[in-house]
């Protein structure tokens, strides 16, 4: 029975090279040097060549199983898994959660090639990159944080989305901390800087978008800011000066690209495991985070940073609490109490002064709800939690004798659901 017989170019070449020999042209030694191989591996071959022909010179391994092939078995069960379990994991992460969980010990390139024999698509497409410019990491973690909000289906595509609010160190890639709010928002920024602050201490400055819980979005000055000369912060650009951390504002998405890259990772990661753990709303979620996946994450993805050490500032639990609030001027009314929208709190009698009425005052809701009064720096009254929502933004009415178009800007609390 006749059959074909496919040669390699290299199989072919010494068939040509031993028909040589074979003629008495060429000897066996100048066809070890010809074919660059050892001179007693060339009586082999020879010898296999003169025995069985052009046959003889195709690999002997040719048409059998590679020692090193995965087991039928396993192939199968991996597609079972991945089926069953880990469908939306991309090929990486499904790699590593068949170690953890499965105890199956296979390459990431294994996995890859069974799932696209079994015609299993990748996850998402790489899209070519665009030409952009480096920047440079900062050489030391604490140097500079970067931090902003993902809103997303995070829960699955069932349930209604919310904004996953992270911060990494530009240093190392290190996820600072993490949590998940109903939307992107002043609490939100503050809850997360004081995971922060708890978790690492404070960072000497922040990279940020220019988001109006940053900066202010308007370009108009009050009277109070033309005689000081400078226009007042937002609330969390309030809480960062009294804490010393710089604020630095990125002018496109790509600027702070670490941080919007890790939103791709967690994009690509945390829904499959949320999913996969049967985590589906923010209290369990959070908790999770905190509890397993910050310090997981740090261990597949934190890269060493250029200099040992630390640049982040310990904060004390008093300052944090102190400092990390929202704030606001009030006058005392004649009868002794402050109103903020439908909240009223009375202010008891007590030193430097016995009575409070027509006082400038600073109020400050705590990040746990409570409120407080201030004058001169001491505290004079407390009120119990309501609830934490961020400030609206208004205008006074112009004053008798103001110069004509003279706003006075003031940030009032209102008791009622902020604006999406």
Known sequence: ???????????????????????????????????????????????????????????????????????????????????????????????????????????????????????????????PRKHRSRRPRKPKAGIMMQWDGSPHHWFGPDRPPCCLMGAIDDADSRLLGALFVA???????????????????????????????HERPDDHWSIEEEIMGVRFPTHVGRVLEDLGITPIPAHSPQAKGRVERSFGVLQDRLIAELEFHGINNIEDANRWLKEVFIDRYNNRFAKMPELKGSAFRRVSKRDRY?????????????????????????????????????????????????WSIWYQGNRIAAHPPTELRDPVRSWKRRRKGDPKGAKHMIQVYLASRPAP
């Open 1 to 127: 029975m006749r059959g074909d017989i496919i040669l390699s170019q290299e199989e072919a070449h010494r068939a040509k090279v031993f028909g040589e020999v074979s003629k008495g042209s060429m000897t066996l030694r100048e066809a070890a040097i010809v074919l660059r191989i050892s001179y007693r591996h060339t009586r082999r071959v020879y010898r296999r060549f003169r025995e069985q022909g052009v046959a003889g010179l195709a690999h002997r391994r040719r048409g059998r199983p590679a020692s090193n092939a995965i087991d039928p078995d396993l192939r199968t069960r991996i597609l079972h898994l991945h089926e069953q379990d880990y469908d939306n994991f991309n090929d990486t992460h499904f790699t590593e959660m068949l170690e953890e969980q499965d105890d199956i010990m296979v390459s990431r390139e294994t996995v890859r090639s069974i799932l696209r024999s079994a015609g299993k698509p990748p996850k998402r497409k790489r899209r």
């Open 183 to 213: 939307h992107e928002s002043a609490v939100g920024y503050l809850r997360l800087l004081d995971m922060v602050i708890q978790r690492q201490g404070a960072p000497i400055s922040v990279y940020q978008d220019r988001h109006s819980i």
């Open 322 to 370: 102190l400092k990390l609030a929202f704030a606001y001027e009030a006058t005392v009314t004649n009868d002794n109490c402050v109103r903020l929208g439908g909240l009223i709190i009375d202010i008891p009698p007590g030193k430097p002064r016995r009575s409070y009425a027509k006082a400038k005052v600073l109020v400050k809701q705590h990040l746990d709800g409570a």
